[in-house]
């Protein structure tokens, strides 16, 4: 199994003649599973070949460190003092189909410990549906005005 990581960094454009170096901590501690300053929302289905986008909101601290790891082998972190409070990234994910466990890991650097957000998932990537058979059972078929398809 290979490993990969990607590091990203978003440093937004200053009125200084010298811009100033993203500097956040490392995550020490436990994480919280409930945030009252992190929000975080991962979608639970992508089509393979759809890039995964993880939204969200961050209401403390000036620079944002959002990093996940998937069990395929894939992690992706992400440093960024751009628009805050929004937490907006996309990734381009180089994955097989099936369902991966997946760990999301967000924090500030604000001084409270509690501005952390640990979130667990599961997400599902499927082929797209390109074409569907339907049949229907008995004779009644042209009195049918609605279809009800069940994921």
Not at 69 to 91: H, W
Not at 93 to 106: I, N, Q
Request: aromatic share 6%.
């Amino acid at each position: 199994m290979q490993f990969h990581l990607h590091i990203s960094l978003c440093v937004c454009p200053t009125t200084a003649a010298v811009a100033q170096p993203l500097s956040v901590g490392l995550y020490d501690g436990t994480p919280v599973t409930e945030s009252s300053c992190i929000t975080i929302d991962v979608p639970d289905k992508l089509v393979h070949g759809q890039q995964l986008q993880i939204a969200g909101t961050a209401s403390q601290g000036s620079v944002n460190v959002l990093a996940f790891d998937m069990d395929d082998g894939v992690a992706e972190v992400v440093v960024k003092d751009c628009d805050l409070p929004d937490i907006n990234a996309t990734f381009e994910l180089d994955v097989s189909r099936g369902t991966f466990a997946m760990t999301v890991l967000d924090w500030t650097d604000d001084a409270d410990p509690q501005c952390a957000y640990l979130l667990e998932h599961s997400i599902s990537i499927q082929d797209p549906i390109t074409s569907i058979n339907v049949s229907f059972p008995g004779p009644d078929v042209a009195t049918l005005t609605e279809l009800e398809l069940v994921d």
